[in-house]
């Protein structure tokens, strides 16, 4: 019986622990249906916005298709790949603190257990510009469906614009 207690402790710390690995979770913004099916879901187009949890002053947005039907009611379906982003300065740029290129900015699951869709960031110095990339894979194939946006870090008010190469380790 004591072996019991410490897998349930060792389970809810590694839970807590990757909840508080990811982001915020997204706020839907709106959807639209595309297919319409008659006793199940809908499949749907779904708008989501992020804020940058290390680089204050931008925000994105992405669109995901939802599949409906009996695989979507249940949790189950495997989404598809087609993922487009657009982020923009939406405020004064305020570095969190130092990320290294390509770090993690969201992630959620795009199946049950085998495929994820991420978001990165990364900085072009020589242009001072923050660069995000989506793209999802997939434990066994991986996918090479990606989509990418800028943010040229403009000034904001008085302040002049942080330099994006000064906070990559």
Request: glycine content about 8%; proline content about 7%; overall charge positive.
């Amino acid at each position: 019986m004591t072996f019991r207690p410490a897998v349930l402790v060792a389970t809810l710390l590694a839970l807590a622990s990757v909840g508080a690995a990811r982001a915020e979770e997204p706020d839907l913004i709106f959807k639209k249906s595309t297919v319409w099916k008659l006793l199940t879901p809908d499949h749907k187009l779904a708008v989501y916005g992020i804020d940058d949890p290390d680089v204050e002053g931008v925000a994105c947005h992405y669109t995901v298709p939802e599949k409906g039907g009996l695989e979507g009611m249940f949790g189950v379906a495997e989404e598809v790949s087609d993922i487009s982003l657009a982020c923009r300065q939406i405020g004064p740029i305020r570095f969190k603190a130092k990320t290294e290129q390509g770090a993690e900015v969201f992630r959620a699951r795009r199946s049950l257990i085998f495929k994820k869709m991420q978001i990165v960031r990364g900085c072009d110095a020589k242009r001072n510009v923050l660069v995000y990339m989506v793209y999802t894979d997939k434990i066994v194939e991986g996918s090479p469906k990606n989509s990418t946006s800028s943010v040229p870090i403009m000034p904001w008010g008085s302040d002049a614009p942080p330099r994006c190469g000064e906070w990559i380790k």
